[in-house]
């Protein structure tokens, strides 16, 4: 066992023990290779089952990185340019004033289409076809490319619809050829199959209940799905396809996919090249941002890191410049502590540079 694993496998354990995380697991990778693989704790505190390395945590946002990884795969093989309309491809979408919407605006949250569609509800959430078709029926609330306010949830349909339409492939199967296959994963989903609800963390929450929005209001996450730790632990939740906050999966997985984006790549595989990753980072919001078309830049490394975050603490990311990639998951929803302790322990080993 390699000394990074070990300091890290320790911190994990002493998380739990001082009641900080309830299970976790952290993965990073290192010019390709896989150097921390830890895991800790309760994976469900209603039964006792331990965290394994296998099993699958619900990321929320974490799931946008994958999202994004795709969109500009798919740029990359010349389906869909970063200033293609997204109505050429996806005509339904053109009407109340989104026909000039384009990919890169959709990728940076500037699409003016934040808010869920209204009279829609749980239901709708595992109809890819309904919130397709309500989501082409939104109306935007800002110019597009003049605004950037957080996608929250429509990031998913927009990005993942105008993929679909290109492409031809369900999302589910989008996702498993273009990244899990080549990397040979196994434990990335969004659309979990009922064969792997028992592998799923248990999520809790250690965060204070914020005041619900009025169900009337137009919202990016609306009352009715919130709070959200308990939304993800509903099946119909875990086994809807929502690729902008509902994916599940384990750090090593998610961990080696930001290593397949690094220069060299892992088990001989770029998922993107050089240039093109290059196009990818560059700052696309009207305003001074660290957003880029899908990612979110920095991390603890580098300044030179992407990645996103999700909900409740779970982070990924990667840094071209260290070729390292890093994931940490936990199924207790709470601060930045123990992300921040995880980091500086990386950083004490060496890891990082400015």
């Not at 990031?155 to 679909?164: A, D, F, P, Q």
Request: proline share 5%; net charge negative; hydrophobic share 40%.
């Amino acid at each position: 066992m390699s000394s990074v694993q070990q300091k890290i496998q320790s911190l994990l354990d002493q998380l739990v023990e001082e009641g900080e995380e309830r299970g976790a697991q952290v993965a990073a990778y290192h010019e390709g290779d896989l150097i921390v693989d830890a895991s800790a704790g309760v994976a469900d505190s209603r039964s006792g089952k331990l965290v394994t390395g296998e099993t699958l945590f619900p990321v929320f946002s974490v799931t946008k990185g994958l999202v994004a990884t795709m969109a500009h795969m798919l740029v990359e093989q010349g389906h869909l340019e970063y200033e293609t309309r997204l109505a050429e491809v996806w005509p339904e979408f053109g009407v109340n004033g989104k026909s000039e919407i384009t990919l890169r605006q959709a990728l940076n949250h500037t699409a003016g289409l934040a808010n869920m569609p209204m009279g829609i509800g749980r239901q709708e959430l595992g109809d890819w076809e309904a919130m397709c078709r309500a989501i082409a029926d939104l109306q935007p609330t800002s110019v597009a490319g003049t605004e950037t306010v957080y996608h929250g949830i429509t990031y998913g349909w927009i990005v993942g619809e105008t993929m679909r339409r290109v492409d031809g492939r369900p999302f589910a199967k989008m996702l498993d050829e273009l990244i899990c296959q080549p990397l040979g994963i196994t434990s990335i989903f969004v659309g979990l199959p009922e064969s792997r609800d028992s592998d799923v963390a248990f999520l809790e929450s250690a965060l204070e209940e914020s005041v619900l929005p009025p169900i009337d209001t137009p919202q990016a996450v609306p009352a009715w799905v919130q709070p959200l730790h308990t939304w993800m632990n509903r099946a119909d939740a875990r086994h809807a396809c929502i690729p902008a906050s509902n994916g599940i999966m384990n750090a090593r997985a998610v961990a080696k996919h930001y290593a397949a984006l690094v220069p060299g790549g892992v088990d001989g595989v770029e998922l993107l090249s050089p240039k093109r990753l290059q196009l990818a980072l560059e700052i696309s919001d009207p305003e001074p941002s660290s957003r880029s078309m899908g990612y979110i830049l920095g991390g603890f490394t580098s300044t030179e890191a992407f990645g996103h975050g999700g909900f409740g603490g779970s982070h990924a990311f990667a840094d071209p410049k260290n070729r390292f990639a890093f994931a940490f998951v936990r199924n207790r929803m709470g601060d930045g502590q123990s992300y921040q302790r995880i980091a500086d322990e990386f950083l004490k080993a060496g890891f990082g540079s400015e």
